[in-house]
């Protein structure tokens, strides 16, 4: 089959899948996701189909919304693309791309490196960071009912992922635990060029925070 049609097919999954989604993890966001990867690969030697696949598929099921279960998105992954007839090898790489591309505190070891990894890690990294991750962030602590900032609570850089996926911390102390630390662990390149204005974005609302914080004491 051609591969503009397995693209245009895992669209519409996705979409039909995602539509009732968390608004931080929704179509738009695998949108965003997608059209960075696109403008990353054009930098790098990748293989463009397993990097939009990839992409498409990175939050098909997001284990934060399936009970800590990360072998579902994978295998929903796998079950969708054998039903087009993609062949086994993109398949491959594709459910690598879905079972690595995750923060989960930054304190793992990964079990698989590719470019195409690289550039889809990236871009949802990105989508992490500036102006869009700060909204992302804060959406996603109303959703989980978190409060905003408590001065009691103080940011920890987790030990291992258990303790990252388990934390109810307010959601100020998210862009300590990861935001922050997104520029500094880009692969590509054109990722750690894109990184650099969106951190500092990150870092000067920070700034203008907490001097409202302390300007209503």
Same mark, same amino acid.
Do not use: C
């Given at each position: 089959?051609?591969?503009?049609?397995?693209?245009?097919?895992?669209?519409?999954?996705?979409?039909?899948?995602?539509?009732?989604?968390?608004?931080?993890?929704?179509?738009?966001?695998?949108?965003?996701?997608?059209?960075?990867?696109?403008?990353?690969?054009?930098?790098?030697?990748?293989?463009?189909?397993?990097?939009?696949?990839?992409?498409?598929?990175?939050?098909?099921?997001?284990?934060?919304?399936?009970?800590?279960? #990360?072998? =579902?998105?994978?295998?929903?992954? +796998?079950?969708?693309? &054998?039903?087009?007839?993609?062949?086994?090898?993109?398949?491959? @790489?594709?459910?690598?791309?879905?079972?690595?591309?995750?923060?989960?505190?930054?304190?793992?070891?990964?079990?698989?490196?590719?470019?195409?990894?690289?550039?889809?890690?990236?871009?949802?990294?990105?989508?992490?960071?500036?102006?869009?991750?700060?909204?992302?962030?804060?959406?996603?602590?109303?959703?989980?009912?978190?409060?905003?900032?408590?001065?009691?609570?103080?940011?920890?850089?987790?030990?291992?992922?258990?303790?990252?996926?388990?934390?109810?911390?307010?959601?100020?102390?998210?862009?300590? #635990?990861? =935001?922050?630390?997104?520029?500094? +662990?880009?692969?590509? &390149?054109?990722?750690?060029?894109?990184?650099?204005?969106?951190? @500092?974005?990150?870092?000067?609302?920070?700034?203008?925070?907490?001097?409202?914080?302390?300007?209503?004491?």
């Amino acid at each position: 089959m051609n591969p503009t049609i397995w693209i245009s097919q895992t669209i519409l999954f996705v979409k039909k899948e995602l539509q009732r989604a968390e608004g931080g993890h929704d179509w738009w966001h695998i949108e965003r996701v997608w059209i960075i990867a696109r403008k990353i690969a054009a930098t790098e030697e990748a293989n463009l189909l397993i990097v939009e696949l990839g992409a498409l598929l990175h939050d098909i099921a997001d284990s934060k919304f399936h009970q800590g279960d #990360e072998t =579902l998105g994978p295998q929903k992954a +796998r079950q969708f693309l &054998q039903s087009i007839h993609v062949d086994e090898d993109i398949i491959f @790489q594709v459910e690598q791309i879905i079972r690595n591309i995750s923060f989960k505190g930054g304190n793992f070891e990964i079990g698989f490196n590719s470019s195409e990894l690289n550039i889809v890690q990236d871009a949802d990294r990105l989508d992490a960071m500036g102006a869009i991750g700060i909204a992302r962030t804060f959406h996603y602590g109303g959703f989980k009912n978190r409060e905003i900032y408590n001065p009691d609570i103080q940011p920890q850089l987790h030990q291992n992922r258990e303790q990252y996926k388990a934390s109810t911390a307010p959601t100020i102390n998210h862009f300590y #635990e990861k =935001l922050l630390q997104l520029r500094d +662990r880009m692969n590509t &390149q054109t990722g750690k060029r894109m990184a650099e204005q969106r951190h @500092q974005f990150m870092e000067e609302y920070l700034e203008q925070f907490f001097s409202e914080i302390e300007g209503n004491r």
